[in-house]
């Protein structure tokens, strides 16, 4: 005997079993909650925003070029913020303010997102300990663009005032010397990246995210609850009606056996 599976069946399931499974989908809701705030630790974030900065890119490329570049400059200083140097010196700096943190330590609370399509890119410092992500959020902010230039920028010899004498004590008519020597200046002068945002204590957790759990664990009972009650329904093979005769067996019905109630209260018991 085979069983045809319609929209009606469906629906016959659902209008059957829909209270049994709003139960367990409030069950499972109020756990979750419960769960996600008793047991899951919180977590807070701070976020430093940066921006890529390269005057020669606007002379080496055109507008979709420019920021194709900084795409791929946003995720080279990304590297360089997660690299052994910068997570070495940032640990340094939290130990200096009393901290007791290796460089796996905070590679393990820094995450990063570039925006899309932008020059802009995120770093995220996230912690148990709110005022720790602070702490750390501010090293990151000071530390970052010194340590972005002196890995990506070509370093030179010269300071600032052999700068300038290459450009007007060797020849003062020399345009190219001139230029030679403003290149080299802006070169040693000009940031990689700048801060765009003022970094600010933030008290609310950022996770556990419990309105999210809460739908996410809620949407999955509902749908499994569901194809279990479905299941049972399927593998029920019961016959009840004369309509599940028609639609199981498909054969002619000859006739049924009433069924009656004997009334106990007669006299005699009969």
Known sequence: MTREIDFSFLLTV????????????????????????????KKYTQEVVFRVVNDSLVSEYTNTGLVEAAMLLAQDYIRIINSDISLKAIAEKANEKGYDLSAGKISGMLSSKA????????????????????DIANIVEDVAPDIIKSISKPSTDLDIESIIELA??????????????????KAKLSP??????????????????????TMFASLITLVATYI????????????????????????????TIPTWELDTTAKGGK
């Open 14 to 41: 659902l209008k059957k079993a829909w209270w049994k499974i709003l139960l367990i989908v409030l069950a499972v809701a109020i756990v979750t909650v419960l769960f996600s705030h008793f047991f899951i630790p």
């Open 115 to 134: 925006a899309s399509e932008s020059a802009i890119f995120s770093i995220y410092v996230t912690d148990e300990d709110p005022k720790l992500a602070f």
């Open 168 to 185: 007007y004590n060797n020849n003062e008519s020399d345009d190219a010397a001139k230029k030679e020597a403003y290149n080299m200046l």
């Open 192 to 213: 990689c990246v700048t801060v765009l945002s003022t970094l600010e204590y933030h008290e609310n957790p950022s996770s556990p995210n419990i309105s999210k759990n």
């Open 228 to 255: 279990i009650f479905f299941i049972i329904a399927f593998l029920d093979v019961t016959i009840r009606t004369k309509d599940d005769v028609r639609k199981n067996i498909k054969a002619p019905l000859i006739g």
